[in-house]
């Protein structure tokens, strides 16, 4: 379930995220702004492997820029099977230096993670993940395929 409500501490979250952001960026993706590293998002899912519900907030930077924040509810495991979600990246055909931030449930630490510092793939795959201890990760995976480059094959 997306909430769309924005709240001072939302507002506040944001404004720290841009700050790591930029600190952080400088050493790997040069002048905020150039696209040096360029790459795409070719997908970005959500799951839920813990037992207890939890809100997800996720926010995308393209070259610096806002292109994606949204809030995401995902019930706990029920029966085996983790609850998830997969996130529209109508805005991610754009290759550019992708900083994708997640936080569980509100809290003031924000996991960050640039795609310019996994390498020169084309394409990444992100899993924003609550594992079954309730913690918060990102893992990728390069993915030529995820953005619609059939020119790549497996190597043999």
Not at 23 to 38: F, N, P, Q, Y
Request: charged content about 25%; glycine content about 12%; overall charge negative.
């Amino acid at each position: 379930m997306l909430r769309s409500q924005t709240t001072r501490r939302r507002v506040l979250g944001a404004v720290g995220v841009g700050v790591a952001g930029i600190v952080g960026g400088c050493a790997s993706a040069g002048v905020l702004g150039e696209s040096e590293g360029a790459t795409q998002l070719g997908e970005l899912q959500l799951s839920n492997s813990h037992v207890e519900s939890h809100s997800v907030d996720l926010i995308v930077r393209r070259d610096g820029e806002l292109v994606h924040w949204t809030s995401h509810d995902l019930d706990g495991v029920e029966n085996n099977v983790s609850d998830g979600e997969t996130v529209d990246l109508s805005w991610s055909q754009t290759p550019g230096s992708y900083v994708i931030s997640a936080r569980l449930d509100d809290a003031e630490r924000w996991e960050t993670f640039a795609l310019s510092d996994l390498g020169d793939a084309p394409c990444y795959r992100l899993l924003v993940k609550v594992d079954h201890e309730g913690r918060l990760g990102i893992w990728s995976m390069a993915s030529p395929d995820a953005c619609g480059d059939d020119s790549a094959t497996p190597a043999e």
